[in-house]
């Protein structure tokens, strides 16, 4: 695989790794943008206003202020509410909702104090960004842009609350990538010490890393008992024709209820143990790879699960899913706007699809990246070898597919995903994944420092507790 493309980057992102721990949802660069889990039909987002209380203070009121900036009880609600949805989404076990509201308060905090940071330091968000960011949140929700909009409106979100969270996500993000990724750096000898502790702390069952796919079928709140054995039954029906030799992923796009499933095929990712619900790990801990769990249910549903890769010990497996992508490349700059760029890309797209131009020749002679000469291809690339918003984006198209323009810190691209095949890596190709494994690890610590010391600088007054 050829590695000239200045497109390509370490996989190992910290945003949002703070979050992992209670289950919040992480900024948008990391784990996508998805429109946020309501706790009902009219369930607020975060920083809009949550429907009215039964209490007898339904007024809004200041929990807490952050260098002068207020948090609000609305907020404080709002968050947890989402919070909650997603824990019960999961199958988590729900900690006190009084623990639970301390801790989403303390995120708010440290957010609030980085957001802060990040207008001290002049980083700021395009609307074209933004513009991105919904049109992903759209896609990746299997909506039109108009649809989403259609759809927040009847939750009682407003399209400016929900850009202003897109806003404040990317914001995270970039401060993120500003102040930590420089400051970590990786020896080959820190590489061989991790391989060496890996390898010992093989049967560490915490050190399991997992790829999963699963196929939900979704149980309304307030169904009733004729209806759950009914969806019951179609998720027995769903894993028998997986057990059968059905593909798995053709099920997932045709079946599922998860978010997503339509473009992704239900894959939910390489990622440790503890970084999937627990119901997911009990219902595949003794399944081989290839293996289908039994029907588990889940605060959302029936889950059908299947193990698509299953490795000890942090290091890569003898086999991954490598993707085979092109792209064409535009630097917006005094002579090409970002608009321009977005445009000009748009309209390549069009042609191509309507036969009249080919996606090689155009790279060949518009890309400015190092792989135009050879009509965009980036050649086999494992997993984590590109930018996230571009890795994210390729990874929900289908063979032959053309996404709509993208910004990443690079440019504008249009992708169009070639192929996808199960590879053997080679042991050069293991050790880049561990040194990948291990910067992702370093950043996380490297995170969690820098966001104590950032909530440490900032003057944080409590007023009222939160009335939930």
Not at 57 to 86: G, H, K, M, W, Y
Not at 174 to 190: G, H, M
Not at 283 to 293: D, E, K, N, Y
């Amino acid at each position: 695989m050829s590695l000239e493309s200045d497109l390509l980057s370490p996989a190992a992102r910290v945003l949002g790794l703070a979050l992992l721990a209670l289950g919040l949802a992480a900024p948008a660069a990391a784990q996508g943008l998805r429109v946020p889990p309501q706790p009902g039909a009219g369930g607020p987002a975060a920083g809009s206003a949550p429907a009215a209380s039964s209490s007898p203070r339904a007024a809004d009121f200041i929990v807490a202020v952050v260098n002068s900036e207020p948090i609000t009880n609305n907020e404080v609600r709002a968050r947890l509410a989402r919070v909650e949805q997603q824990l019960a989404q999961q199958g988590v076990a729900m900690p006190p909702r009084a623990e639970l509201a301390r801790q989403v308060l303390e995120r708010l905090i440290s957010e609030r104090a980085q957001l802060q940071l990040a207008r001290e330091l002049g980083i700021r968000i395009d609307e074209a960004i933004i513009d991105q960011a919904e049109q992903n949140v759209a896609r990746q929700n299997q909506l039109t842009v108009a649809e989403l909009r259609r759809q927040l409106e009847a939750d009682g979100i407003s399209r400016a609350a929900f850009r202003e969270d897109l806003r404040n996500q990317l914001l995270l993000g970039r401060l993120r990538d500003r102040e930590i990724e420089p400051k970590v750096r990786l020896s080959d000898l820190d590489v061989d010490q991790f391989i060496r502790e890996q390898q010992q702390n093989s049967a560490d069952p915490s050190s399991l890393e997992l790829n999963l796919a699963h196929i939900l079928v979704a149980v309304p709140e307030n169904a009733g008992d004729a209806q759950v054995q009914q969806l019951r039954a179609k998720a027995l029906a769903v894993q028998e024709r997986a057990r059968s030799g059905a593909d798995f992923a053709a099920l997932a796009r045709e079946l599922s209820d998860a978010p997503g499933a339509g473009t992704n095929g239900g894959l939910v990712g390489l990622r440790t143990a503890d970084r999937y619900p627990p119901l997911f790990v009990q219902a595949t801990q003794r399944l081989p790879v290839g293996g289908i769990s039994e029907v588990v249910r889940s605060g959302a549903g029936f889950h059908v699960i299947k193990v698509v890769e299953k490795r000890q010990g942090g290091l890569p497996g003898a086999t991954v899913v490598q993707s085979r992508a092109r792209h064409i490349l535009l630097r917006p700059g005094p002579q090409l706007s970002e608009g321009a760029a977005r445009a000009q890309l748009a309209e390549f797209k069009r042609r191509v699809e309507a036969g009249q131009a080919e996606f090689a020749q155009l790279a060949r002679q518009h890309s400015q990246d190092g792989s135009a000469r050879n009509g965009g291809d980036l050649g086999w690339a494992n997993p984590g070898m590109f930018v996230p918003e571009f890795e994210e984006t390729m990874n929900t198209l289908a063979p032959g597919q053309i996404a709509e323009p993208i910004v990443s810190r690079f440019g504008v691209h249009l992708i169009q995903l070639v192929e996808r095949r199960q590879a053997q890596l080679s042991q050069r190709e293991q050790r880049d994944v561990a040194r990948n494994v291990l910067r992702e690890k370093k950043l996380e610590e490297a995170y969690t420092r820098w966001a104590q010391d950032v909530r440490g600088r900032a003057f944080v007054e409590y007023r009222e507790p939160p009335q939930l």
